[in-house]
């Protein structure tokens, strides 16, 4: 397992004129290595204000190169299901993306949920006016940093565990 590396944040949107929220005192990104797994992960929002959760697989895991609905990953739950998987895209800054540790893989696999459904509130939402019972008798509820995270390490334990059961 590799070394964790430092938690790296950054803030990359300019909020000035967005509606106010928990999402105030949050960054845009955050990478790190999973403690428990040793995976990279990552969160990041979205154009639209929602965080988005990923975690990077290496070559030979059982998930690399598969898709986000593919029968490997049927087994995996997360916030809203899988809904991301690709090689690295963008910048390390921005994109779904990073500069590998020493001695770790740069062909990672990346697998991603996103807290953009129906059922989440984030800063857009709050501008449209939008985030509460949305047909769905039950109102809208922002995902912050700590919820992220969290999921985003049940992930990475999944696919490990996956990885784990699925090689013998």
Not at 57 to 75: F, I, K, S
Not at 93 to 103: E, R, S
Not at 155 to 166: G, H, P, S, T
Request: negative net charge; aromatic residues 12%; proline residues 7%.
């Amino acid at each position: 397992m590799a070394q964790a590396a430092e938690q790296i944040t950054w803030r990359l949107h300019d909020r000035i004129g967005e509606p106010s929220g928990p999402w105030d005192a949050e960054p845009d990104r955050i990478a790190w290595t999973d403690p428990d797994t040793g995976y990279p992960a990552l969160m990041r929002r979205n154009q639209f204000g929602s965080w988005c959760g990923y975690v990077a697989v290496p070559p030979g895991h059982c998930a690399h190169g598969c898709g986000y609905d593919g029968d490997v990953l049927y087994d995996v739950d997360v916030h809203g299901g899988l809904t991301y998987a690709a090689s690295c895209q963008g910048d390390p800054l921005t994109g779904v993306c990073h500069v590998p540790a020493d001695g770790e893989p740069d062909d990672v696999w990346w697998l991603g949920f996103d807290c953009g459904h129906a059922w989440d509130h984030n800063w857009m939402m709050a501008r449209l006016g939008v985030g509460f019972d949305m047909g769905l008798h039950a109102p809208a509820e922002y995902r912050d940093v700590g919820y992220v995270k969290q999921e985003v390490s049940r992930l990475a334990q999944q696919l490990k565990e996956l990885n784990d059961v699925r090689r013998y």
